[in-house]
């Protein structure tokens, strides 16, 4: 059976004239496949709300504040198990130099004060360096080259913020 | 301001009550939507509930541009919509209460015309089954169009959906359900069918 256009009509809940109606009430009468069409739109548009048992709110509440809790203990665990975990994987990191620390403090305190010594005369070998540099680079390149450079530092940082500013979206729950 | 404005916007600034006057504006409509999607009124419930949770919690992220309604609904819509795909099927219970909190199937004698009206609740709780068969996306879209009048382009907007694919899920929900309606019917009434077929 042809159901056009009266399935069209029922489903966009047209306006229809008045020989339309008729019709449609002919055909209605003869399919039943239309008439079902027709009886679900009628009950779909008189549909009605359910409602919550009474103390919706207070159940809420009483769900929230046993969130809170659970989520202020889930935290407090967390915290407390990184700080043990940080601290044992410090004692077995440390533990070895520890004991031969304790065993001859005089050599390890020699070998730290060599290392600091070396850090020292490389930090002002390398601003040094730098110096050297920056005072002669600029005369050979050309401004456009510094723009260039400047740009493409530029480029990169706007992709690198627009990279955290899609994840950051992206990471959003659906429906918020 | 509106007062729901003002509500959201001292929930946002850690207002514990102005988010409690929030719910209680809210509940019927969330708990209308969990109700129609997942069919069982404890499942509704806890449904609703963790909506609100979930709106608590992402209060921050709400933009006022838009309405506090919709975007609530569209919360609950997605929370019922990952709860169905999870469970990959959901349980209907017959001894389900209706829209009313009320047992199914009781007409009110003290109606004007107690049979239709128990006839029209007997529909109503006909179709609320139907729903059941229909696809997550689709009956959200359905009960967003009929229960709570959207257009189109709410719906869409709700669902993260386009306008054309609104329109199209609508339309085989609409055909879904009326095929399902049929059979249901010919099965109640077996000879009335025939006789119906032997007029054509």
């Known amino acids: 059976m042809n159901h056009l256009p009266f399935e069209e009509w029922l489903l966009n809940n047209s306006r229809i004239t008045p020989e339309q109606q008729r019709d449609l009430d002919l055909h209605l009468r003869a399919c039943a496949y239309c008439s079902a069409l027709a009886e679900t739109g009628k009950v779909l548009s008189t549909a009605k709300m359910a409602t919550p048992a009474p103390g919706f709110t207070m159940r809420f509440q009483a769900r929230l504040a046993e969130r809170k809790i659970a989520e202020r203990r889930r935290k407090l665990w967390g915290a ?82 627009v990279s955290i500013w899609r994840f950051a979206q992206r990471g959003a729950p659906q429906g918020v | 301001m509106t007062d729901e404005n003002a509500w959201v916007l001292q929930a946002q600034q850690g207002n514990d009550d102005a988010f409690t006057q929030l719910v209680e504006a809210y509940q019927k409509p969330v708990y209308n939507l969990c109700y129609r999607m997942l069919g069982e009124p404890e ?16 209060l921050h992220r709400y ?114 359900l009326a095929g399902m309606w049929q059979e249901e019917k010919s099965r109640a009434h077996p000879e009335r069918r025939s006789r119906e077929s032997l007029a054509f």
């Open chain 2, 63 to 176: 933009d006022s541009s838009r309405s506090f309604g919709t975007w609530i609904l569209s919360i609950a819509a997605h929370y019922c919509i990952d709860r169905l795909r999870k469970k990959k099927f959901s349980v209907f219970s017959m001894d389900a209460e209706d829209e009313d909190g009320t047992p199914f199937e009781v007409a009110d004698p003290a109606s004007p015309d107690p049979e239709a009206e128990s006839v029209k609740k007997e529909d109503r709780n006909r179709l609320h089954l139907l729903l059941k068969d229909l696809d997550a996306t689709d009956r959200a879209a359905v009960i967003m169009r009929y229960w709570y009048d959207y257009s189109e382009v709410e719906i869409a907007q709700s669902l993260k959906l386009t306008v054309s694919a609104v329109k199209s899920r609508l339309h085989r929900s609409r055909k879904a």
């Open chain 1, 80 to 161: 407390a198990l990184f700080t043990l975990g940080g601290l044992v994987l410090l004692m077995w990191m440390v533990g070895p130099y520890l004991a031969s620390f304790i065993a001859s403090p005089a050599t390890w305190i020699s070998v730290v004060v060599g290392w600091l010594v070396f850090i020292g005369t490389t930090l002002f070998a390398l601003v040094d360096a730098g110096a050297v540099i920056l005072s002669i680079v600029p005369k050979f390149l050309p401004p456009f080259a510094w723009l260039v450079l400047f740009s493409t530092f530029a480029g990169v940082g706007l992709l690198w913020s």
């Open chain 2, 43 to 58: 499942t509704a419930e806890d449904a609703a509930q963790e909506t609100f949770l979930r709106a608590y919690q992402n």
